[in-house]
């Protein structure tokens, strides 16, 4: 038990992470697919609350005051004449006091309010906000095809960087056997001094590329964790290998969603170009309000009493405020639709361009297969031949050179093919978000690919330039 439990503390902040799984945490993680779905959450209730215009508004009110003084009126009331014996009738009575209030007033309010006819504004401004939902579900939809895509180029520059690493180390150890070998060469007088120290120099500069791909590795595993929401102390796993997808272009649907967004957007804004074009015509309403108070007029009693209204409002002069809004609207709307015209041209050749790179690099993928088999089969032959002395270090070392760069190709390839494979799905689905968040997501991602491949281009660049 005791064991268990000290594998599960030792074990709880690894993450062993295959693409599959990157791709599952970004989907529940990732901060800009949990906000998308608060703003789809947002414009639901926009579209209910449009449609609660078109129900019945109730309201309820109650109050009670307290009168610290309550004015009064006194009044003579008359009892009776009365016959004096000089025959005039004297009046006899007492004086009343009427309230005009009490110390306790009480009344209790409830009206209903319905709107009648609003020459459409009502219907307009509930399909302009029914088309914005539409419109922030499929943003929703774009932003996790979003990250989905990016998470796995991402995953797959990180694995590149891992491989990269990995093979860094091979390499040091094939040079170091090669130091060895050329030093026995030395010491048993078949090799030169300076064939001694080129092997040891080839060997040492080495240990400054491994360094260098160490570190870049980490770069990528951290880039890695903030894309996932991992905390800076997980330690992660990668599991698996480079694999370019398999894919067929001809087959993949083109959806361009990022372009129906923009449709959706402007369908909204018309709707709201109608409600603001309307917003000067009259509105019939119905309004029906009880009362229920004490005290109810004179009397200290409680009494209702109902009143039912059918109005009509009509905003006559505003300044010219609505017609200016529709103005403006309307010239934000023939922007939208130039630009829309113009999105979707651009849209159709990233895609024949995505495509295009697509095929290219998996030719370019092809020939690096070839070659790197061909350098290592050169490179056995070679050292074969160096080792019995048949090849000068001079010539064995430019094989070795062509060999490392083949294999450092062929990687480089294998991850260019994959990452341009999902730059072609991206674009056919329309997987594309505009906003500067997103812009700088994309210029991180861009800054992290060029890092990998700078890290894999220095290294092939080392070694051309006589590392041997």
Same mark, same amino acid.
């Given at each position: ?6 594998? &599960?503390?030792?074990?709880?902040? @690894? ?11 970004? +989907? ?13 959450? #947002? ?55 009427? !309230? &005009? ?19 459409? *504004? ?18 929703? @939809? %774009? ?12 995953? @797959? ?15 040091? #150890? ?10 026995? *060469?030395?010491?048993?007088? @078949? ?9 040891? /120099? ?8 491994? =360094? ?14 903030? +894309? ?9 796993? /990668?599991?698996?290998?480079?694999? !370019? ?40 309403? #119905? ?22 209204? /059918? ?9 010219? *405020? ?12 023939? #922007? ?14 990233? %895609? ?69 494979? =999902? ?5 056919? *689905? ?39």
């Amino acid at each position: 038990m005791v064991g268990f439990l000290m594998f &599960f503390i030792l074990s709880s902040d @690894t993450v062993f992470l295959s693409e599959e799984k990157a791709y599952e945490m970004a +989907m529940s993680e990732s901060p800009m697919v949990r906000a998308e779905n608060f703003n789809v959450l #947002s414009a639901y209730y926009n579209k209910k609350s449009a449609f609660s215009s078109f129900l019945p508004q109730i309201s309820f009110s109650t109050s009670y005051t307290r009168l610290s003084l309550v004015q009064s009126m006194k009044t003579f009331s008359l009892d009776s004449l009365v016959m004096t014996p000089s025959g005039a009738f004297i009046p006899m009575g007492h004086y009343e006091t009427i !309230p &005009f209030s009490q110390k306790d007033n009480y009344d209790l309010g409830l009206s209903i309010n319905q709107t009648l006819f609003t020459f459409g *504004k009502l219907l307009a401004s509930y399909k302009s906000a029914s088309w914005n939902l539409k419109g922030e579900r499929l943003k929703d @939809t %774009i932003t996790k095809g979003y990250m989905g895509i990016t998470i796995r180029e991402l995953y @797959t520059q990180t694995l590149l960087a891992k491989a990269y690493y990995d093979l860094m180390v091979k390499i040091d #150890s094939q040079l170091e056997e090669v130091y060895h070998i050329t030093k026995d *060469k030395y010491e048993s007088g @078949t090799a030169t001094e300076i064939d001694l120290l080129q092997a040891k /120099l080839a060997y040492m500069r080495q240990k400054n590329s491994i =360094l260098t791909a160490k570190n870049a590795y980490i770069q990528s595993i951290s880039m890695l964790k903030v +894309m996932l929401n991992l905390s800076p102390s997980t330690e992660v796993v /990668l599991k698996d290998t480079i694999k !370019p997808l398999v894919l067929d272009m001809d087959t993949v649907k083109t959806l361009n969603l990022d372009i129906k967004v923009t449709d959706y957007t402007l369908k909204s804004l018309l709707y709201q170009k109608k409600t603001l074009d309307r917003l000067m015509l009259p509105n019939l309403f #119905s309004a029906f309000s009880y009362k229920y108070q004490k005290p109810f007029g004179m009397e200290n009693e409680w009494k209702g009493y109902w009143a039912l209204t /059918l109005g009509l409002s009509w905003n006559l002069f505003d300044g010219g *405020k609505s017609v200016s809004q529709a103005k403006s609207l309307n010239a934000k709307i023939k #922007s939208l639709s130039v630009l829309r015209n113009m999105q979707k041209n651009e849209r159709d050749m990233d %895609i024949l361009m995505k495509k295009r790179d697509v095929i290219a690099q998996e030719e370019a993928y092809k020939l690096s297969l070839e070659n790197e088999k061909l350098a290592e089969k050169l490179y056995n032959a070679s050292k074969t031949q160096y080792e019995e002395g048949y090849l000068s270090y001079s010539d064995f070392s430019n094989i070795i050179i062509n060999y490392h760069t083949s294999l450092v190709e062929t990687l480089k390839s294998i991850a260019d093919l994959k990452i341009k494979q =999902l730059e072609f799905i991206k674009y056919a *689905k329309g997987y594309i978000l505009e906003s500067s968040s997103n812009s700088s997501m994309q210029q991180g991602m861009n800054m992290q690919e060029q890092g990998s491949n700078q890290n894999v281009n220095q290294g092939n660049s080392n070694m051309k330039k006589g590392g041997f």
